[in-house]
């Protein structure tokens, strides 16, 4: 049985007084509930986060992570560093890196690595553009993007990982996948890693990510692949986000 996951990427938002009010709330509410539950705010405020959420069942996570374990990278933060703040999770390729900052599918997979030498936990993130999808392509996408890994670390790296189904059209845009174009995109993905091994596959944790709302989550995470979800904007409203926990649960 899978446990349902829901994490909140808080991406370049946040704020000390906003973060304290928005995490007490979902720290008190969150008991009880039977999901999962973390949140992945900006680097600085991961010791305040860490903190604040101490005693209650949240967990912490990061948005990104640098490939390399030290050294001279200025600017880039090292996965034993998000370990050393409770960090049990960390967001590896997510759209918003791979478009904005260049990381390609190799890159990706050596963060993910990275991650699990620190003994985080990396959630990968993959998914098509529009016009991938417009073209066809979005097996294909999903399944280079989920290879890098697999060709890289093994089948057993995924043993320790979360993966994030998040179609690039939907993030931000109000513009959900239907429940069925994500099932499909899940279904799928838990198939590429049955073939390796259908033990690990079945134990994989799939969240589904991209304009997730208190409207939509319920019949989301109906989905028999759908194990939760990543979200990004309703992350940042207490009620809203409790309420999409609420319907993982
Ligand atoms: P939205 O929920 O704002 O569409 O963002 C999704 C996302 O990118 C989470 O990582």
């Known amino acids: 049985m899978r446990r349902m996951l829901v994490a909140g990427n808080w991406k370049m938002h946040g704020a000390l007084h906003q973060n304290s009010e928005l995490l007490k709330r979902i720290a008190a509410e969150a008991s009880g509930l039977l999901c999962e539950i973390a949140v992945c705010p900006p680097y600085p405020y991961l010791a305040q986060a860490q903190s604040l959420i101490e005693g209650s069942p949240l967990v912490l996570g990061a948005q990104s992570v640098s490939e390399h374990s030290s050294g001279a990278f200025t600017g880039e933060v ?75 670390l093994g089948v057993v790296a995924m043993r320790s990982a979360v993966v994030a189904y998040e179609p690039v059209w939907a993030i931000g845009t109000g513009v959900t996948a239907s429940p069925a174009q994500a099932q499909e995109v899940h279904a799928a993905i838990r198939a590429q890693v049955a073939v390796l091994d259908s033990g690990i596959a079945a134990g994989l944790r799939i969240l589904y990510g991209g304009s997730v709302k208190p409207q939509n989550a319920k019949e989301l995470f109906g989905q028999s692949d759908i194990d939760g979800g990543l979200i990004g904007g309703a992350a940042l409203v207490a009620d809203d986000f409790l309420t999409i926990c609420q319907a993982a649960n």
């Open 78 to 152: 090292a996965a034993s560093m998000l370990a050393e703040f409770g960090c049990r999770y960390v967001l590896v390729g997510h759209s918003e890196r791979r478009a904005l900052y260049g990381e390609t599918d190799a890159v990706v997979a050596v963060k993910f690595e990275a991650a699990q030498n620190a003994g985080l936990v990396p959630v990968l993130c993959v998914g098509e553009t529009l016009s991938e999808r417009e073209s066809g392509e979005t097996g294909a996408v999903v399944a280079r993007q989920l290879s890098a890994v697999l060709g890289r």
